[in-house]
């Protein structure tokens, strides 16, 4: 049985540029999803599922005092810590996002984004999934939902053995879709920093793994629901699909109040509120 250690890492830096408008108003994890910020939802169902962490790193850049605030209030209602730490670089990948965690993790742990939405069955699937022997595990889907844009997704080619022997978007063969979630080693830092790229990936790093011979599994998890929400029409086809999955973790849980993370005499919608939260830009 593989004793995890307690540390969840969830990716928030981005520019969320394909969201327009919005994401320059406000930071894309704090994007409405079903009446509350999207972060609830990945937050809250990470502690739902992972009852046993000690410690939630949310990685923050683009407007991060926004979204730093809003993190700090909700800290109040976890039995685990909650800490922002800012990724300097975060404009040139994802890549840079995971590097400034370095000097705070030794151990493996969980890694996904804060657009990407599971349902409880993921989690636990990658949890009974996951073998002390490999570096990287990743869970990936041979059915995805069918209005999945093929092109822009990330792809993996398996071999006989649900080994990753191909990672990217542009594979010409591939078998399984990326969901986005992960449990890693913390060798993905020396993969990363062993690449010479101004803009760097996290896709960049486990090829590196893959490259290297680094011992790089796929954890099917086809036929549970879950969903990439990069733009407007995905989040749309989301709330229809997937919510109702997702939000019961969030009735266990203190919900944070829009006067906590707005100034006062503020509109009293959550989204408004946070548009008129004056900060300078990062």
Known sequence: ???????????????????????????????????????????????????????????????????????????????????????????QGNGHSILA??????????????????ED?????LKMGIEKEVDLSLCIDTTPDPTIQVDDATKVLLDQKNQITQIGKNLLSWTAFDTGLFYVSPLIFQRLNQLSKKYLTLTDGVTEMIRCRDRVKGIDVSGCRWADIDTFSVLQHAEERLLDYVTPALSDHRLVTVSQISPPNTSTTYLEALKSYQVEDD
Do not use: W
Request: hydrophobic share 40%; proline share 5%.
């Open 121 to 125: 069955r993921i989690y636990q699937t």
């Open 101 to 118: 965690l370095e000097s705070s993790i030794t151990e493996p742990f969980f890694l996904t984004m804060c657009d990407h939405l599971f």
């Open 1 to 91: 049985m593989i004793i995890f250690n307690g540390t969840f890492v969830n990716l928030a830096a981005g520019l969320g540029s394909r969201f327009n408008n919005m994401s320059s108003s406000i930071p894309k994890p704090l994007i409405e999803f079903g009446g509350r910020p999207l972060i609830d939802y990945v937050i809250y169902n990470i502690m739902d599922n992972f009852p046993e962490l000690d410690k939630i790193f949310v990685v923050i850049g683009y407007k991060k005092h926004i979204l730093a605030d809003y993190i700090n209030q909700l800290n109040y209602s976890f039995s685990c810590e909650l800490v922002c730490l800012e990724a300097p670089h975060y404009k």
